[in-house]
T-cell receptor
């Protein structure tokens, strides 16, 4: 089983719909992140969480919200999806005890908004 | 946010050739990472660098932490078809801070 699991892997939906992307991890890491990737661009940080009670905005948080339901679960919501939110979304985790250690990524969710 | 400039944007090379790519920043970073992303998958860590001037290898891959701490380099020797993918650099300003990602270098290896 993958250490960082994202669901769904693919989603097509319509403008205005509410969408939730889910991420779960078995690595026991405290820190979790949501990134967005657009063609030709690097990964942009949307939100991150250092523990269950901690939520922080990243570079591009507008139009998104998150929920850290448990140490192992971090979900990303689009309250009212718009076409320019069409992108590849990645969840990542890292170990609080090793803050300079690299992040581990899930396989991504491809989201298309019509 | 921080901007990491990665170059080249794309490369088309013959199998067996060596590859060089780099990443530059306007800020000083204390950690540099190099990731590879295969189609349909998330980025996978290749090499992590923690000290200015550090040179680290992982098989045919070698990466260097620039002495100015504002850049990093990745070299791939004797490329093979499975090297195809997008290579990303990432930098961390200080321990515990978020990582910032470059725009990626797309590598195509022609058999």
């Amino acid at each position: 089983d993958a250490d960082v699991t994202q669901t769904p892997r693919n989603r097509i939906t319509k403008t205005g719909k509410r969408i939730m992307l889910e991420c779960s991890q078995t690595k026991g890491h405290d820190r979790m992140y949501w990134y967005r990737q657009d063609p030709g661009l690097g990964l942009q940080l949307i939100y991150y969480s250092f523990d269950v009670k901690d939520i922080n905005k990243g570079e591009i948080s507008d139009g998104y919200s998150v929920s850290r339901q448990a140490q192992a679960k971090f979900s990303l919501s689009l309250e009212s999806a718009i076409p320019n939110q069409t992108a590849l979304y990645f969840c990542a985790t890292s170990d609080l005890r090793q803050p300079d250690q690299p992040q581990h990524f899930g396989d991504g969710t491809r989201l298309s908004i019509l | 946010g921080q901007q990491l400039n990665q170059s080249p944007q794309s490369m088309f090379i013959q199998e067996g050739e060596d590859v060089s790519m780099n990443c530059t920043s306007s800020s000083i970073f204390n950690t540099w990472l190099w990731y590879k992303q295969d189609p349909g998958e998330g980025p996978v860590l290749l090499i992590a660098l923690y000290k200015a001037g550090e040179l680290t290898s992982n098989g045919r891959l070698t990466a260097q932490f620039g002495i100015t701490r504002k850049d990093s380099f990745l070299n791939i020797s004797a490329s093979i078809p499975s090297d195809v993918g997008i290579y990303f650099c990432a930098g961390q300003l200080y321990t515990g801070n978020q990582f910032y990602f470059g725009t990626g270098t797309s590598l195509t290896v022609i058999p």
